[in-house]
């Protein structure tokens, strides 16, 4: 996930605000030593904050002008996160790729399979690799309806 701010950016933004937090600190007459005892807390503060991912900011799309069913503003959600995930290696695997082994495993099931490592030869590499291998990403929207063609005909 990307910060909110890049690291030398962050670094020197909490610098700035330790110094300035110090000097308020030492005119208010604290003793030097407890200005940076202080001081240093709200640095790492700063730039832990500045650190954040933004995991926590929403993509506001707009439904599409037509809307004929309600399915339609399902489709623009799913197709926003899919965006997301294509662009976030992390989101893809904490998100989307969690649904797609569920939606598998169920499929497999169905024909009495009862593990991902069983049900290899069915799925077929790619779809395993895509659902199983630490390294895999999100693939392109095309190989994507492959990907979900296969898991609906199983």
Not at 8 to 21: N, S, W
Not at 36 to 56: E, G
Not at 61 to 67: D, Q, R
Request: no cysteine.
């Amino acid at each position: 996930m990307t910060p909110l701010v890049g690291l030398v950016r962050a670094l020197l933004l909490a610098l700035a605000t330790g110094v300035v937090a110090g000097f308020a600190l030492v005119k208010l007459g604290a003793p030097l030593g407890w200005a940076v005892v202080v001081a240093l807390p709200v640095a790492a503060l700063v730039l832990l904050l500045a650190r954040l991912p933004r995991a926590t900011d929403i993509a506001w799309s707009p439904l599409p002008a037509h809307a004929s069913s309600a399915t339609s503003g399902q489709a623009s959600t799913l197709a926003g996160r899919l965006e997301e995930a294509s662009r976030d290696r992390d989101r893809f695997l904490s998100r989307v790729r969690p649904r797609l082994r569920a939606l598998a495993e169920a499929r497999l099931r169905q024909r009495g399979v009862t593990t991902l490592a069983e049900g290899r030869s069915l799925l077929g590499e790619d779809v395993y690799r895509l659902l199983t291998h630490p390294d895999a990403a999100l693939p392109h929207p095309r190989a994507l309806a492959e990907v979900l063609d296969r898991l609906e005909n199983l």
